[in-house]
């Protein structure tokens, strides 16, 4: 078993890309390798040795849109975390882990009432957790949210990192849908870093039909061998024209028109258009992606329509054992979706992705410290 570090080794973000409030010019923001302090461990904390660490759009939102962290800057980001314990908690010694990407206070009346995925009072690596995220050497984490990993066979640990966030966030989003088998589904970025899973985790779940929408022809293709039964082309058309496709696919396989589960994975205001177009009778559309836009909706359709809008954040420490247990059993497939870097390559990669938009591949770092 590895030994206990004397300090972390980091990339920290030192500041956020922001404007120049006099000019508008960019400032870019600035990751820094650096080390910091391996904390004094309290009762029922643990000291995880990081094997990789996903990036995910959520990243990319604070380096460079100024999406708020409640930790502010020096802080390390980085929330989807796979590792090995290497100290406290004598329980979890030596045992592999997932690091549930936010972790509930389970005091509150949030908590309380199942719905700690939106504690308040939560943990998150990367944002809430002080200075500590996933792109280091090792982080210092509760040990009562921990997903223990056994029996991952050939599964690279490093590799499921990504069931801390990516997969994980469609599992409880189904949740919050109801999602039950027979049901019939759209995902909205189902080529994306969550969509791909979103299909996915709704296939295990029993769902009927999957309809995914994106923009990418060849992401399209692939998304029909992992959890789509039909795919709609959304490149370079009007929502219009996008919504009739969908009304022509359902009349040609006898699909009906009420009841529908939409995930909206995109975060895109036209992925967010095309969702409240669908949306029609008893059905529900549950909101995952983030975006910075706005979207106008005559609200009064809900009524008309008995629908529902539902937003999801994260996803319970509770359901993680479910959704690896899916992993390695091959209801959902991480191994076509997953690139490994050494997380020395993490300016290079947040740029990369950052111009990409949705690269082909989930990119998880691995300390090189």
Not at 24 to 35: H, S
Not at 104 to 109: D, N, V
Not at 280 to 301: D, Q
Request: charged share 20%.
């Amino acid at each position: 078993m590895a030994e206990t570090p004397d300090k972390i080794q980091t990339w920290q973000m030192v500041q956020p890309t922001s404007r120049n409030k006099e000019t508008g010019g960019v400032i870019p923001g600035k990751l820094q390798k650096t080390a910091i302090p391996v904390p004094e461990l309290r009762e029922g904390e643990v000291l995880v040795e990081i094997a990789g660490c996903g990036v995910c759009h959520t990243d990319l939102g604070y380096f460079y849109d100024g999406v708020p962290t409640v930790s502010k800057p020096p802080l390390t980001l980085g929330h989807e975390i796979a590792g090995t314990v290497v100290a406290g908690d004598n329980s979890w010694t030596g045992k592999e882990v997932i690091i549930p990407a936010v972790m509930p206070c389970r005091q509150c009346m949030l908590c309380k009432t199942g719905r700690g995925n939106r504690c308040l009072s939560q943990l998150m690596p990367g944002n809430s957790l002080g200075l500590y995220g996933g792109f280091s050497s090792h982080i210092p984490v509760p040990s009562i949210d921990l997903c223990e990993v056994e029996d991952r066979g050939e599964i690279p640990l490093s590799h499921l990192a990504v069931v801390a966030d990516a997969a994980t966030t469609p599992y409880q989003a189904a949740k919050r849908a109801d999602l039950k088998p027979g049901d019939n589904v759209v995902v909205i970025g189902i080529t994306g870093g969550v969509g791909q899973y979103m299909a996915q985790v709704a296939k295990a779940l029993g769902a009927k039909t999957v309809i995914g929408i994106a923009r990418n022809p060849e992401k399209l293709k692939r998304a029909l061998s992992y959890g789509a039964d039909f795919v709609i082309s959304s490149a370079d058309r009007d929502v219009k024209d996008v919504v009739k496709e969908f009304r022509d696919l359902s009349r040609e396989h006898s699909l009906p028109k009420y009841g529908w589960k939409i995930f909206e994975v995109s975060g895109a205001r036209s992925g967010q258009e095309i969702a409240l177009s669908l949306l029609s009778y008893t059905g529900k559309l549950i909101v995952i992606g983030f975006g910075l836009s706005k979207v106008e909706y005559a609200i009064g359709r809900l009524m008309a329509f008995d629908a529902e809008i539902i937003g999801t954040w994260g996803c319970l420490p509770e359901y993680y054992p479910i959704v690896l247990d899916m992993v390695l059993n091959k209801k959902v497939d991480i191994e076509a979706f997953v690139e490994t870097r050494p997380m020395s390559t993490i300016a290079e990669t947040f740029e990369e992705v950052h111009k990409a938009g949705s690269p082909a591949r989930r990119i998880v770092l691995t300390p090189d410290f």
